[in-house]
């Protein structure tokens, strides 16, 4: 099993433009969620998804937008990217969402 | 909004010295887990408790969960260089029935002095 996947590893953007971030899990995990990792900030909950064809807001969803069409795939959408969205992001999937989180290896992006 | 604090923000210790690092919520939890996240890594689990009280080992590892289920700490017992990393708590929040959240600590970065 490849785990979590996350592509891509590093990504910068010009103010504005839009861009995905990919991730995918091969566990058949139902519960998949995406974090941004900033300094001194730990992790916050950006969106997830509990089940293919659900999606909710966590904790700063501004900015993102989410599909989630499969069980494997969720991709995170940048519509306009802006200097705070400079981060690392990170994709994680779990069998429910009170069982241990697998994260994937993370996207370092850079907004300029 | 549910808050989860972690203190120490920040811990040096010499090699073979003890760490801890402790979590406190604002409300009730209905557990709380623990990741380490090594530099340039990311998150992975260590444990979750759930019951008041809880304490679990993990050969040099203490976690353990308060009773009120609001605080939780992880006690590291005589650090190695292996042992460098930032952990985090993440507590469950019961949102509304059937709906839970998790919150992540803001993490307790440890590093070790040879």
């Known amino acids: 099993n490849a785990g979590v996947t996350q592509t891509p590893k590093f990504q910068v953007l010009k103010t504005g433009q839009s861009m995905t971030l990919q991730c995918a899990q091969d566990?058949?995990?139902?519960?998949m969620s995406w974090y941004r990792q900033d300094p001194g900030m730990g992790l916050r909950l950006i969106h997830y998804?509990?089940?293919?064809?659900?999606?909710d807001q966590g904790e700063v969803p501004n900015g993102y937008n989410v599909s989630r069409s499969t069980t494997e795939d969720f991709p995170l959408r940048l519509l306009s990217a802006a200097p705070s969205q400079t981060s690392v992001y990170f994709c994680a999937s779990s069998p429910g969402q009170n069982n241990e989180q697998f994260f994937g290896p993370g996207t370092r992006l850079t907004v300029l | 909004g549910q808050q989860v604090m972690q203190i120490p923000q920040y811990q040096h210790v010499q090699e073979g010295e003890d760490f801890t690092t402790y979590c406190n919520s604002s409300?009730?939890?209905?557990?709380i887990q623990w990741y380490k996240q090594r530099p340039g890594g990311h998150p992975v689990f260590l444990i979750q408790l759930v019951k008041s009280g809880e304490v679990k080992k993990q050969k040099r590892l203490t976690f353990q969960f308060g009773e009120a289920k609001k605080n939780s700490s992880l006690h590291i017992t005589a650090t190695q260089t292996t042992d460098v990393g930032t952990y985090f708590c993440?507590?469950?929040?019961?949102?509304?029935?059937?709906?839970?959240?998790?919150?992540f600590g803001t993490g307790t970065r440890l590093t070790i002095i040879p």
């Open positions: 409300t009730t939890l209905s557990n």
């Open positions: 566990m058949n995990h139902e519960y």
């Open positions: 993440a507590g469950h929040f019961l949102v509304n029935f059937g709906n839970e959240k998790l919150t």
């Open positions: 998804s509990v089940g293919a064809g659900i999606t």
